[in-house]
């Protein structure tokens, strides 16, 4: 049976914007099926020191693969792109989160769904937003419009367009603007 799915994703190394379409792509390979996509956002990073800031999107999809499953799928299309788990927060070439699978809770040592720290995260809401407003939250029976007028979060998250309006064009530094690359690591914040 297929099932509704919202993953998060996110990059802040190398061409952002092309790392999370050869994720997409990886994850299509892996027996996801892509419904919508929102549209990209540079987003402050959270956590660990200075860093470059990443670039997210939430994508929902249908997949018959098991939760557990998707997990390996999503940390299998991680780690060949290159993803190393090294410093927790720290700067990665791609992150792919499971938020939601369909209204299923989970709650296991290595896997956590809907992911834990949704309502926490500006950089997740927006995009989620955008592709599924009115979606409830099963344990927390908000909208993720509402969620989003509630969260704490007041970190910096934009919709953002690259200067060509290419998708797949960034800077090697990972900012995009002079205003990014002037403030790219101004607000340190912790989760």
Known sequence: MKRTIYLGLGS????RAANLE????GLAGAGVQM?????????????????NWFLNCVVEAVTELMPRQ???ATQRVEREMGRRRVVHNG????????LFYGATVVSMADLEIPHPRIAERRFVLMPLREVAQSLRHPT???????LLAATPDRSEVRRWHSADASIGLATTDGADTAEERSGQNSRERTE
């Open 140 to 146: 927390l029976r908000a909208t993720i419009a509402e």
């Open 22 to 25: 050869q994720a997409i792509a």
């Open 35 to 51: 419904v919508k996509r929102s549209s990209l956002y540079a987003t402050e990073p959270l956590g660990f020191g200075p860093q």
């Open 12 to 15: 802040n190394l190398g061409d």
């Open 70 to 72: 998707l997990l390996r």
């Open 91 to 98: 700067p990665r070439i791609v992150d792919i989160d499971i």
